[in-house]
């Protein structure tokens, strides 16, 4: 634990400002492992409002974030006479020199490249708290410096600017170790060249028929993959399905499908896993035997009754919570995924769905715009104190639901523009007119003529249904 100076309190307060969900959720399970207090703010707006309603001790805060960034979040701090003492640590994934620039503009007190190590913003906080920040007896006059162009003028006192300065010339050091260290590595690979390049004939024939060997265990999981996609769709005359699936790699992180869950309701779903490959793939297809749509008792999503013929349908947030339960994951290894779940009623209409952290579900009624369904939840496995929201509708004749991964509107053309989800709804509106079938084709084709003839960098899902 750590502690500010000698008779001060134990517990360090610390407000965190990040707009990444899982980001500020792994620091704030990170800071309460080491002894702190930690408070989470969504934006600078909120963060602010945090800060003055109870001090904090120190604040760490992203730079990128909505409604108002890291840099105006330090500069509000900064001017205020009765909170310009408490420490500011900037993190951003930015490193040009206007960044740092503007660092000092505002006033922080450090700053820390993302990504980096816990233990080194630990270390930074723990240098801010033993150092404390005074009020200069006297400003000195601010300094006006042009940086590209632009002209900042450099408000902070001397040790914040010695602060910041050393944070940034640490960040630059630990860069220029690992430079060195990869530097020293390939000039000991580069001497021993000579001695091993008959090893390596050797390796390179033993590496050729291992890379054919996977190459087929690869296809062979591709098949397996691909049979746990829809083979059939659900026989009822009053609502059609159709769907699209493209792995950007053999095996996927995707996975959908649509069942009958009883005589009257329909499951539907859409899994995306973090990450790709074999780690990604296995998951999918655990998560896909888990979602079976077979009526045993031990089922997730239907359930028989003892002693009746009548059968319980899991309520879609029961659902997430169970997977949640089931699937806690390592979050530093990254390893989680979201979901959209959902169960129709063929008799009433009714549409039942929830979600884990997965991106809105879109309806389209006749002669109306598409608009998102939002639903709040965490992607599953993130943290075990998770909450799903469920939510229920009537549909009518016309209506559409179109669920889908994220690799829709996170996909990106060759000026990394995200395809987004405006052009998400303008393509389901423009194919309104379509057939089910031909306007889920019409959003693939989109998809990937966005990407243009390098092709989407993430798994493509996307599954669609319409009332008869």
Request: hydrophobic content about 40%; aromatic content about 6%; glycine content about 6%.
């Amino acid at each position: 634990m750590v502690n500010q100076q000698a008779g001060a309190v134990d517990t360090i307060d610390v407000v965190i400002a990040e707009d990444s969900r899982i980001q500020a959720e792994m620091l704030r399970r990170r800071l309460v492992k080491e002894g702190f207090t930690a408070r989470v703010a969504k934006n600078g707006v909120v963060a602010l409002e945090e800060i003055r309603q109870r001090r904090p001790t120190i604040v760490v805060s992203d730079i990128e974030m909505p409604e108002m960034d890291g840099y105006a979040l330090c500069d509000a701090i900064k001017s205020d006479p009765e909170l310009r003492n408490i420490p500011v640590i900037l993190l951003s994934s930015l490193s040009d020199p206007t960044d740092i620039i503007q660092g000092l503009h505002v006033g922080a007190d450090n700053y820390v490249t993302k990504p980096y190590e816990p233990e080194y913003l630990l270390s930074r906080m723990n240098s801010l708290l033993h150092t404390p920040l005074e009020q200069e007896a006297e400003e000195g006059e601010p300094l006006e410096v042009t940086l590209d162009g632009k002209q900042f003028v450099v408000k902070s006192g001397r040790q914040q600017a010695l602060n910041l300065l050393v944070s940034t010339f640490e960040n630059a050091v630990q860069k220029n170790r690992e430079l060195i260290q990869t530097n020293e590595n390939l000039t000991v690979a580069q001497d021993q060249v000579q001695q091993r390049n008959r090893e390596l004939e050797v390796l390179n024939e033993k590496l050729q028929s291992a890379n054919e060997k996977m190459k087929r265990d690869l296809d062979a999981g591709a098949v397996v993959q691909q049979s746990l996609l829809p083979s059939s769709l659900p026989d009822t005359q009053s609502v059609n399905f159709a769907w699209s699936f493209r792995p950007c790699d053999e095996l996927a992180g995707d996975i959908l499908n649509i069942f009958p869950l009883t005589d009257d309701h329909i499951g539907l779903y859409v899994v995306d896993v973090s990450g790709h490959g074999v780690a990604a793939s296995l998951l999918s297809v655990t998560i896909s035997r888990v979602l079976t749509p077979a009526p045993f008792v031990s089922s997730l999503l239907v359930e028989s009754i003892p002693g009746s013929d009548e059968k319980r349908i899991t309520p879609p947030s029961e659902v997430m919570s169970q997977l949640n339960a089931r699937f806690q994951m390592d979050v530093s290894a990254a390893q989680f995924f979201t979901i959209a779940y959902a169960v129709y009623n063929i008799k009433t209409r009714e549409f039942r769905y929830a979600s884990g952290g997965h991106p809105p579900i879109v309806l389209t009624s006749l002669g109306q715009k598409p608009r998102m369904l939002e639903a709040e939840g965490f992607p599953i496995g993130v943290t075990d104190e998770a909450d799903f929201d469920e939510h229920t509708m009537s549909l009518e004749p016309g209506d559409r639901i179109c669920l889908y991964s994220d690799g829709v509107p996170e996909a990106m053309n060759a000026k990394i523009e995200e395809f987004g989800d405006q052009r998400l709804l303008k393509s389901l509106a423009d194919s309104q007119s379509l057939s089910l079938e031909d306007s889920v084709s019409a959003l693939m084709a989109d998809t990937e003529a966005w990407c243009g003839e390098s092709g989407p960098k993430d798994d493509i899902s996307i599954l669609a249904m319409e009332i008869v």
